[in-house]
C-alpha cells in the first residue's frame, strides 16, 4: 500500500507559532519563481520543494524548522553563518547545509539562503 503525505500531516500536533513559521516560509518559497515553477513534494519525514530536482527540504520540529539546501558548502553567500555543513553527518534532507529556523525575524535572511539554493541548482 502507498502512503501519501501531506502538508496537513506534518502540521497536526504542532503549536501555532510553528505553523505560521512554516506557513510564511512555504508562501515565500514559492514565491521565488513563476506558478507551477516549483513544486512542493511532501514525504514522510520532510516536505521537499523543487524544480527539475530537490534545492530545498525543510522538517517541521517542536520549537523550529530544519532546512537542508542542495548546494555545496561554499557556494552560497552566507554573511550570517546561518548554514551549517552536515555533508558528513546523517540529517534527513538531502541538502549538504542545514539551517535552523525558529523565528521569523530569521526569515528574510534564510529565504535568500533558499534563493541562492534555487539559482544555483537550474
Avoid: M
Wanted: hydrophobic share 35%; glycine share 6%.
Amino acid at each position: 500500500e502507498i502512503i501519501t503525505y501531506t502538508v496537513e500531516d506534518h502540521l497536526k500536533n504542532r503549536n501555532k507559532e510553528i505553523v505560521e513559521l512554516f506557513q510564511e516560509f512555504q508562501e515565500r518559497v514559492l514565491g521565488l519563481a513563476g506558478e507551477d515553477e516549483i513544486l512542493e513534494k511532501v514525504g514522510k519525514i520532510y516536505i521537499a520543494y523543487q524544480h527539475s530536482k530537490n534545492f530545498c527540504e525543510v522538517s517541521i520540529l517542536t520549537k523550529e524548522l530544519h532546512i537542508w539546501l542542495d548546494v555545496k558548502p561554499g557556494e552560497i553567500d552566507d554573511p550570517y553563518h546561518l548554514t551549517r555543513d552536515v555533508t558528513k553527518i546523517g540529517h534527513h534532507g538531502t541538502g549538504s547545509l542545514e539551517i535552523k529556523l525558529s523565528d521569523t525575524a530569521q526569515l528574510d535572511k534564510v529565504i535568500n539562503l533558499v534563493e541562492q539554493s534555487y539559482k544555483l541548482t537550474l
